[in-house]
């Protein structure tokens, strides 16, 4: 539980410098004991394992039955024409799952990172496969994490940790905290990253705690190699018609030999008669006609840059009945958009890209949430969180110049953003005058705040003007729009972050929308219909 440890504990179990870092000499004794830092796949199969590994089929077992029978009577060319099927169906099965290996291993060559390490006292960037525990890792805005870390120094430092939490807003990091609860979520662990998350915002410094397969990612991936691998529908239909046909042929040989028993016929003569019945009812080209159909299926594919790796895959397509997708960045444009906003003047439309009507209440909000922002966007370039770009760009469309706002202003203080209290505050200079500025959940704004901003006058707050507001929100969810709550309150310029979010003035509430990509009505409209009997062509759509 690293998490639960101070920076000065924990450099002190790995015995490292912080402003040297690790020797090579020590770098190399470290991975040769904790080994390469890479997530470990399931060992790889000999071309002979894998051919042998088609055969575990019933219809394959049928046909091997067919072989020895037609041998035993004699036709050899048959024999030959089953074994000829059998070798085929499990040559396509071998050769299509070595083309996809190697596409993937391709990929996997491509996406290997890098790292920035600090050895001997000299930063220097490194493949993230020789890291090891006490290494001291440098961390930059687009640089993936090669390893889980200690933070020992953040600044303004942001990591996207979708990979691991599925949350898309990036996680905010202060190395300075300490976790003293054991059981702190993944998601709140605020003074460690973790390997193969991306680092979007900000610079730090981290300790390596753990490498390769001991990581949270490498946790996951332990489970998937471990996961019981399960047929498709496809498989378990040919097993299925493998073990009725096999029940069958044996049927019609006792069948068949029992009638010749009761009739006193020659017992030889019939136990071949039945046995050639047998073969004759099992289908031997219908394993090369599945595999030859799938692996046109699989040429298909391709020619879309889709891998498939093993031929029965293909059809397991034509079974999906429900569709499973990220939302944001996928079916929409991952570019949030104040679309609204509401304060005691009414509920009022924002144009983007227009001169929007603005009062004074109005601009104090769009005011608040530029100068609590963390994000920049300057000549059409942006960084930072999506949502905190769009209030930017809010300040824009009311007509507000943020370069002269932010020259004129200087942050004093912050309290930074957490799942707890779902709040982020600041506290902002200005020519002598100092503000605080909150914005985060309409629920936690209204239980904090003690009064309202009404057409320039500020009032004490009712349950009359909290449900004017939880209406507003409700009115805006139920326009599938997110909502942020902005208040505020004069300070005094040594306010610690403790007092901030006391006493807070309701200055408004907004709406906004991540827009859905132009593609996806029609991609939606696709995978409803596909399928689906055209009763006109009988085609399949």
């Known amino acids: 539980m690293w998490f639960s440890k101070s920076i000065e504990e924990s450099l002190e179990e790995f015995?490292?410098?912080?402003?040297?870092?690790?020797?090579?000499?020590?770098?190399?004794?470290?991975?040769?004991?904790?080994?390469?830092?890479?997530?470990?796949?399931?060992?790889?199969?000999?071309?002979?394992?894998?051919?042998?590994?088609?055969?575990?089929?019933?219809?394959?077992?049928?046909?091997?039955?067919?072989?020895?029978?037609?041998?035993?009577?004699?036709?050899?060319?048959?024999?030959?024409?089953?074994?000829?099927?059998?070798?085929?169906?499990?040559?396509?099965?071998?050769?299509?799952?070595?083309?996809?290996?190697?596409?993937?291993?391709?990929?996997?060559?491509?996406?290997?990172?890098?790292a920035l390490v600090r050895r001997n006292g000299i930063v220097k960037e490194i493949d993230s496969g020789h890291v090891v525990p006490g290494d001291v890792i440098i961390l930059d805005a687009g640089r993936f994490i090669a390893a889980d870390l200690r933070l020992?120094?953040?600044?303004?430092?942001?990591?996207?940790?979708?990979?691991?939490?599925?949350?898309?807003?990036?996680?905010?990091?202060?190395?300075?905290?300490?976790?003293?609860?054991?059981?702190?979520?993944?998601?709140?662990?605020?003074?460690?990253?973790?390997?193969?998350?991306?680092?979007?915002?900000?610079?730090?410094?981290?300790?390596?705690?753990?490498?390769?397969?001991?990581?949270?990612?490498?946790?996951?991936?332990?489970?998937?190699?471990?996961?019981?691998?399960?047929?498709?529908?496809?498989?378990?239909?040919?097993?299925?018609?493998?073990?009725?046909?096999?029940?069958?042929?044996?049927?019609?040989?006792?069948?068949?030999?029992?009638?010749?028993?009761l009739q006193g016929r020659d017992l030889a003569e019939m136990f071949l008669m039945s046995v050639s019945l047998a073969v004759a009812a099992i289908p031997e080209g219908l394993a090369a006609i599945v595999a030859v159909v799938l692996s046109i299926g699989v040429t298909g594919l391709s020619k879309k840059n889709a891998i498939v790796k093993k031929l029965p895959a293909v059809e397991t397509l034509g079974s999906v009945n429900m569709i499973c997708s990220d939302k944001t960045g996928t079916l929409t444009q991952n570019k949030m958009t104040v679309t609204t906003f509401y304060n005691l003047e009414g509920e009022m439309p924002v144009e983007r890209n227009q001169k929007n009507t603005a009062t004074a209440d109005a601009r104090l909000l769009a005011k608040?949430?530029?100068?609590?922002?963390?994000?920049?966007?300057?000549?059409?370039?942006?960084?930072?969180?999506?949502?905190?770009?769009?209030?930017?760009?809010?300040g824009d469309d009311l007509g507000i110049d943020r370069k002269v706002l932010n020259e004129g202003s200087k942050r004093i203080n912050e309290f930074s953003f957490d799942s707890d209290r779902k709040l982020m505050s600041t506290l902002v200079g200005e020519k002598?005058?100092?503000?605080?500025?909150?914005?985060?959940?309409?629920?936690?704004?209204?239980?904090?705040?003690?009064?309202?901003?009404?057409?320039?006058?500020?009032?004490?707050?009712?349950?009359?003007?909290?449900?004017?507001?939880?209406?507003?929100?409700?009115?805006?969810?139920?326009?599938?729009?997110?909502?942020?709550?902005?208040?505020?309150?004069?300070?005094?310029?040594?306010?610690?972050?403790?007092?901030?979010?006391?006493?807070?003035?309701?200055?408004?509430?907004?709406?906004?929308?991540d827009p859905p990509r132009a593609e996806v009505r029609e991609s939606i409209q696709k995978a409803k219909t596909c399928g689906h009997h055209n009763p006109d062509d009988h085609r399949r759509p």
């Open 432 to 513: 002598g005058i100092f503000t605080v500025y909150t914005k985060g959940s309409i629920a936690g704004i209204l239980s904090i705040s003690t009064h309202v901003l009404e057409k320039g006058q500020v009032f004490p707050i009712t349950e009359e003007h909290k449900e004017l507001y939880r209406a507003a929100a409700n009115s805006m969810a139920n326009s599938a729009l997110r909502t942020l709550g902005v208040a505020y309150k004069p300070a005094d310029a040594k306010i610690p972050a403790s007092e901030m979010e006391q006493g807070l003035i309701l200055a408004g509430l907004v709406g906004m929308i």
């Open 368 to 394: 608040a949430l530029i100068l609590s922002s963390d994000a920049t966007f300057e000549k059409g370039h942006a960084t930072g969180d999506p949502t905190e770009i769009a209030l930017l760009l809010l």
């Open 152 to 261: 020992i120094e953040s600044a303004n430092l942001q990591i996207d940790e979708s990979a691991l939490t599925g949350e898309s807003i990036p996680s905010d990091k202060d190395a300075s905290l300490i976790h003293d609860d054991p059981k702190t979520p993944l998601g709140d662990r605020a003074n460690t990253a973790f390997m193969s998350t991306l680092v979007t915002r900000g610079r730090g410094i981290g300790l390596v705690i753990e490498t390769g397969m001991n990581t949270e990612i490498g946790k996951i991936a332990n489970l998937i190699i471990s996961a019981k691998k399960s047929k498709t529908p496809l498989e378990i239909r040919l097993d299925q018609l493998g073990k009725i046909l096999g029940k069958f042929a044996i049927g019609t040989c006792v069948v068949i030999f029992l009638i010749a028993m």
């Open 15 to 114: 015995k490292v410098d912080l402003s040297l870092g690790l020797t090579e000499e020590e770098a190399a004794v470290r991975l040769k004991k904790y080994g390469i830092n890479k997530l470990h796949a399931k060992k790889k199969k000999s071309i002979l394992k894998m051919f042998i590994s088609q055969l575990h089929d019933w219809l394959i077992y049928i046909l091997f039955a067919a072989v020895l029978i037609t041998l035993f009577l004699g036709e050899y060319i048959d024999a030959t024409i089953i074994i000829l099927v059998i070798i085929t169906n499990a040559a396509l099965g071998v050769a299509q799952q070595i083309k996809a290996d190697r596409a993937i291993e391709a990929l996997r060559k491509m996406s290997f990172p890098k």
